[in-house]
Nanobody
Framework: QAQLVESGGGLVQPGGSLTLSCVAS?????MGWFRQIPGNEREGVAA????????YYAAFVRGRFTISRDNAKKTVFLRMNSLKPEDTAMYYC????????????????WGQGTQVTVSS
């Protein structure tokens, strides 16, 4: 089972950008990014297929966030532009081994999360 380590979170002003990274200890299939605010349910943000050819985005980030991957480096990225205060959350990377790839499916392996705070 792969281990996932996220990085890249931090404090950014509204309208700013951040890029999150997730490094896997071994090759992974479908990868996804999720986020959670304390007291709220976790919500899916984006997912990307094994080869990177297809991506899925939640409606609230479409056009602002971009998911990508570099399989040679076993790394998945989440580029976040035009950040809003409501994007403040703990962001988690996850891997899925089954068929299908979107955040609507169950994911098997999770990272420890990286905090993103959008505030002036």
């Amino acid at each position: 089972q792969a281990q996932l380590v996220e990085s890249g979170g931090g404090l950014v002003q509204p309208g700013g950008s951040l890029t999150l990274s997730c490094v896997a200890s071994k090759y992974t299939n479908c990868m996804g990014w999720f986020r959670q605010i304390p007291g709220n349910e976790r919500e899916g943000v984006a997912a990307i297929t094994t080869g990177g050819g297809s991506q899925y985005y939640a409606a609230f980030v479409r056009g602002r966030f971009t998911i990508s991957r570099d399989n040679a480096k076993k790394t998945v990225f989440l580029r976040m532009n035009s950040l809003k205060p409501e994007d403040t959350a703990m962001y988690y990377c996850a891997a899925r081994t089954g068929r299908g790839c979107s955040t609507n499916y169950d994911f098997d392996v999770w990272g420890q999360g990286t905090q993103v705070t959008v505030s002036s």
